[in-house]
Structures are given as structure tokens and as C-alpha cells.
């Protein structure tokens, strides 16, 4: 697929492009609303992959051989399209992962490392994944790092307050998701790193949720790192992405010992090969890496100033809908969001995710009923009880969107929800 094969075509029109939105589930359409889990895969994305398991398939970085090499092309192609997609100066900062968390644990591991001692402090926030948050607890058990969280306010935003209090000679490093997976929030990273590097310290921004809905540019939010999963961003599983600052990177440790990430071995010593594959032992996930490359392919041809416009309008439509069941409470959007812009780092906002309970029904059961009716929804805590403990609730209903959503998708979820709580 070309630029042009997406070009100037609204994202609802978009779907056809995703084969499992034609499905249907217990006899309705499927309506899938299960986006900040997964994203559904584009068929050029799965195309691309099965292209190169039938056609190119060989390990690469390896061989001399014809097709090793055309793989090892592919695998570099790829690297430098993550590059552009996330604005870094540099292909040697740009880190093939298997995800999100992947990408977490090698900063946490390495940059503990690398530059904290005893008693330096690492600063989370109330709304983190556990990817954000197990990683330093691991950290502080083996390294006697301290920890210090920032808290949410009552309308679902980081307390900027509250944080610079945080900051002080201690604190090495920020730890931020750039959007809330439970509440939608969109955090004002860049402002944030500001004041963390301020005060000496680097920041590790989670774009996890951030990556399939706002432009990425890191140079732009001056963070220090960054983490995004594939499957989020309509790529495939088993990949991801850490970008680091060059100068950081090089003087952390390997997070793996293995093949590839190796200068010369001896039993006495070991030297390190250069960035990035010194971050990369064992053989990597090179086909998942061209479906990823794909995907960032469709969607910037897709258009993120256009997903963010059709992403935000199904948003507030879906408040609007969703305010008018009785019992709803829905949760962070203190007041309308401001549509985010691409100074969403500067701006913050929120967008893209809505969740909420209806009365007293249970999360499990209104989410058990409305995948009755087709419907895909998250129930639960979403990785985040230390967010739901904030929020005073066990668990949420969530309905998370896509660029492929539509708002007639909006009134089937609305439908079915006044459905499911009519049953109570
Ligand atoms: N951070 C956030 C904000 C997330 O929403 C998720 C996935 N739910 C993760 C991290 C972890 O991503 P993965 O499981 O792909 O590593």
C-alpha cells in the first residue's frame, strides 16, 4: 500500500482494510472496542510478513548470503522507519524490543545500573501501567532505590504541583505514561521533562497508549526514553520499541548476554558490540519488524491529524451518549477534553479511551453482557490498581478506540449498555 492508497480517505472508510472487523460474534457485528489492549492488524501489515517468511526468510545480521542479507535489509528498513516515526535523531537509538515492557525493564535494569546509587530516587506517577511500576519495585528491592509517586488529581491528571514537590537533588528519573490507559488522560510529557531535567534528572516517557492516536517526536518532548508496543499501533505482536538517548545508551550496561550483541568473546572477556545491538542479543523478531514498519506505513498515511480528529469526535461523542444512562459514572474527564493537537505535549488533553460503571453493576458482568451482543470491551483493573485504589473502585468498564471506530459502533455500545442495565 502506498501513500496514496490511503491518502484523503475518512478512517472510517478505513476498515475494510482490516478483514476481522467483518466478523460477527454470538450473531451480532462485531464491535470492537477492545483498542487499548490491541489494535486489529491492516492486511498490508500481515501481507508484508507472510512476504517475508514465504520469499526472504534468514537469520540475519549473519550470514553472507543472499537472502541473510536481504533480511538484514529489511530488519535495518525497518529500524529506520521507527526512527522517523518516533522523530529520533539517530537509527543507532532506536532499540527493537518485544514490547512496551520489555523496553521498560531494560532501562530499569540498565540505567539502575549504569547511574543510581543507594538512595537515589525514581519518580512514578499515580496512573502508571504495572509495566512502569514492577520494574522499579525489582530495582529498589536488589538496588535500595526509593521511589516517590505523583498523584492524580479528582478530574484525572497528573498533579504538576504535587510532582515538582517531588523533584529534588535525589531524583534521577521521571517515570511517565504520555496517556492513561484506564482514564484517557494525555500528560503534557514535554513540560514534564522540562522540569525533570531541571532538577538533573532524565525522563522515561511510556508511549504505549500514545503511539496508535498523537504524533511522536522525541527531540520535540526532549525525553530521555521512550517505550511503544507494535501490537498498539495495528503492527504485530512480540515486537517493540526502546528509544534512548544516544549518550545515555552508551554507557549502559547489555540487559541480555547472547549472540549478536557481542564485540569479540573470550572465557577471560567480553567486549560489547556498538548501539544499538549491544540492546538486541539473540535473534531478533526481524519479520515482526517489517510488519511494524508496515503498520507505522499505514498509519501516516492514514494520517495522525486525521485519526486525532476522528478519534476525538468519537470521544466526546461517546460521552455525550454514555452521560445520558442513568447510573453512568464515568471516569477522568472532569470537564470536556480539549481535542489534542500535535502540541499535546505542551497541551496534554485526552482522548481515545473511556471508562465506567453503570449503577451498581459489576465491571465483569456488564462487560460478560455486552460481549453478548458483540461487543469487545476491557473490564477490570487494566494493569493500573494502584490507580483504581485512587479512584476507590475495583475495577472499570473500558471502551478504547481505534482509527477504523465509528460513531454508529458508539450507539450500538450505548444501546447495549442501557440493554445490560435494564437486566438489573
Ligand atoms: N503501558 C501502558 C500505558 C499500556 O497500556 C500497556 C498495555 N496495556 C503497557 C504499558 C504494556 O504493553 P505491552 O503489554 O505491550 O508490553
Request: proline letters at 4%.
Amino acid at each position: 500500500m502506498t501513500h496514496s492508497d490511503t491518502c484523503g480517505r475518512g478512517p472510517a472508510s478505513l476498515r475494510a482494510d482490516f478483514p476481522i472487523l467483518a466478523r460477527s460474534v454470538y450473531g451480532h457485528p462485531l464491535v470492537y472496542l477492545d483498542n487499548g489492549a490491541t489494535t486489529q492488524k491492516p492486511r498490508c501489515v500481515v501481507d508484508a510478513m507472510t512476504d517475508e517468511y514465504l520469499n526472504v526468510n534468514a537469520n540475519v545480521h549473519r550470514g553472507v548470503h543472499y537472502l541473510s542479507q536481504q533480511a538484514t535489509d529489511l530488519m535495518e528498513q525497518a529500524r529506520e522507519r521507527v526512527r522517523r516515526f518516533v522523530r529520533a535523531a539517530k537509527v543507532e537509538e532506536v532499540v527493537f524490543t518485544r514490547g512496551t515492557t520489555e523496553s521498560i525493564n531494560l532501562v530499569a535494569s540498565s540505567y539502575t545500573q549504569a547511574f543510581l546509587r543507594e538512595g537515589d530516587e525514581v519518580v512514578l506517577t499515580q496512573m502508571e501501567h504495572h509495566s512502569n511500576i514492577v520494574p522499579w519495585q525489582l530495582m529498589r528491592d536488589r538496588y535500595g532505590i526509593r521511589l516517590r509517586v505523583c498523584p492524580v488529581t479528582d478530574d484525572g491528571r497528573l498533579d504538576l504541583d504535587a510532582l515538582a514537590g517531588l523533584l529534588g537533588e535525589r531524583t534521577r528519573l521521571v517515570c511517565v505514561t504520555a496517556v492513561s490507559n484506564v482514564l484517557g488522560t494525555v500528560n503534557p510529557v514535554a513540560r514534564i521533562a522540562r522540569m525533570a531535567h531541571a532538577c538533573g534528572a532524565h525522563i522515561l516517557v511510556d508511549a504505549a497508549q500514545a503511539a496508535p492516536h498523537l504524533p511522536i517526536d522525541v527531540q520535540a518532548m526532549d525525553c530521555d526514553f521512550l517505550a511503544l508496543s507494535g501490537h498498539k499501533v495495528y503492527g504485530p505482536t512480540g515486537i517493540g520499541v526502546l528509544y534512548g538517548r544516544e549518550e545515555l545508551l552508551e554507557q549502559m550496561p547489555p540487559y541480555m548476554g547472547g549472540g549478536e550483541m557481542i564485540g569479540t568473546v573470550s572465557f577471560e572477556h567480553t567486549t560489547f558490540n556498538r548501539l544499538p545491538y549491544k540492546f538486541e542479543a539473540g535473534t531478533p523478531d526481524y519479520v515482526a519488524a517489517t510488519g511494524l514498519a508496515r503498520a507505522m506505513d499505514y498509519v501516516e498515511a492514514a494520517g495522525m491529524e486525521a485519526i486525532m480528529e476522528h478519534e476525538h469526535d468519537l470521544t466526546l461523542y461517546a460521552l455525550q451518549r454514555l452521560r445520558q444512562v442513568e447510573g453512568m459514572r464515568i471516569f477522568g474527564y472532569g470537564s470536556l477534553p480539549a481535542a489534542p493537537t500535535a502540541a499535546w505535549p505542551e497541551t496534554g488533553g485526552a482522548g481515545s479511551v473511556v471508562s465506567f460503571l453503570v449503577g451498581g453493576i459489576h465491571h465483569l458482568d456488564m462487560g460478560t453482557l455486552l460481549d453478548r451482543l458483540g461487543i469487545a470491551v476491557r473490564t477490570g483493573h487494566h494493569c493500573a490498581e494502584p490507580l483504581m485504589r485512587r479512584l476507590g473502585v475495583e475495577g472499570t468498564v473500558r471502551a478504547s478506540f481505534a482509527l477504523y471506530n465509528t460513531r454508529s459502533e458508539v450507539d450500538t455500545l450505548a444501546a447495549g449498555i442501557e440493554r445490560v442495565a435494564r437486566m438489573f
